[in-house]
């Protein structure tokens, strides 16, 4: 791999949520565009070769620093390295920011809802998306759910509200929507799919699923994204092509 086409960069916090999940920030260049919803490509020299994974940005275009959260993999090759990062490690960051799994691909943002559905560390393109003023003026509505399997790797649930008292104000439709599913205790408990097949999931939102007034977006689990489409589908919303349509998605693996 061409190391030119790669800044390297610094790391400047760590945040450490659970023994399998952490954030971390680094410094960003100036040259460094990206749009809220794309991946950067990040790598670790390991035993002098090159490991480079994907990973959405959650941090805000707008933000001088590039911010992610991370899934540590056992004996993964990339993040049973990456792991171990502290502050002032350096991180390789490709140039450009790739993907597609932005508000731009809808060529009308006019169906006023927005769904944001992820789960782990899925939610971090939408983590960003929320930190643009931009989806705040273009939805009536937004919802965010965010799926994970015990309390304590609901990493960001305060940042959330952090990020809705500087970015939402004045904007009344926005909902929350936690799932833990290893939790008996929690509101919610039951995977996305099921969720929206059973009614549970529009009946919490309290507002409907719809091909005319919904933009959907899934994020994470590869499964999770698979079963989710088709309860969408069963629910007459279409594939977003072209511009056209209502669900995009984007697999972590
Ligand atoms: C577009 C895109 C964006 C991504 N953004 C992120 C991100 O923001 N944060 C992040 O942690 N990962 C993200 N990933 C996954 C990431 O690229 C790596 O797969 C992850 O860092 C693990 O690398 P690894 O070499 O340790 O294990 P890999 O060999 O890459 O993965 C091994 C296995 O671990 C599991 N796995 C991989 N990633 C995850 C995950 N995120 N959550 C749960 N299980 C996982 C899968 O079962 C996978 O088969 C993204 C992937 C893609 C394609
Ligand atoms: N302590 C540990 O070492 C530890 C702890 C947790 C995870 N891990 C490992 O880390 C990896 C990733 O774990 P993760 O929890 O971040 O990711 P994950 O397995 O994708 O789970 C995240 C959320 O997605 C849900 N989900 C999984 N498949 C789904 C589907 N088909 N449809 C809808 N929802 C679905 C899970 O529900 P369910 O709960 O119903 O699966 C959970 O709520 C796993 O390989 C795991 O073995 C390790």
């Not at 791999?1 to 260049?29: A, C, N, Y």
Request: charged letters at 20%.
């Amino acid at each position: 791999m061409s190391l030119e086409k790669f800044t390297i960069e610094t790391v400047l916090s760590v945040t450490r949520w659970s023994d399998h999940l952490f954030s971390f920030t680094m410094t960003r260049p100036a040259s460094f565009k990206f749009t809220a919803g794309q991946f950067a490509r990040i790598g670790l020299s390991v035993d002098g070769e090159l490991v480079v994974r994907a990973y959405s940005v959650v941090s805000s275009p707008y933000d001088d620093t590039l911010e992610f959260f991370s899934i540590v993999v056992p004996n993964g090759a990339f993040t049973s390295h990456l792991k171990d990062l502290t502050v002032g490690t350096e991180i390789y960051l490709e140039k450009v920011a790739y993907g597609f799994l932005t508000l731009a691909r809808y060529q009308s943002p006019q169906p006023q809802d927005l769904w944001l559905l992820a789960t782990g560390t899925g939610v971090a393109p939408f983590l960003s998306m929320l930190q643009d003023f931009a989806v705040w003026k273009d939805y009536q509505h937004i919802f965010l759910a965010y799926s994970v399997r015990t309390p304590e790797e609901l990493a960001y649930a305060d940042k959330i509200q952090q990020i809705l008292e500087v970015f939402s104000e004045g904007h009344q439709g926005f909902k929350f929507i936690p799932i833990i599913t290893r939790d008996p205790e929690a509101v919610l408990n039951q995977r996305l799919p099921t969720l929206i097949e059973t009614g549970r999931f529009e009946e919490f939102a309290g507002h409907c699923l719809s091909v005319e007034t919904s933009h959907v977006m899934l994020c994470g689990n590869p499964q999770m994204v698979e079963d989710t489409k088709s309860a969408l589908k069963a629910k007459g919303l279409l594939m977003n092509r072209r511009g056209e349509g209502n669900i995009a998605v984007e697999n972590y693996w």
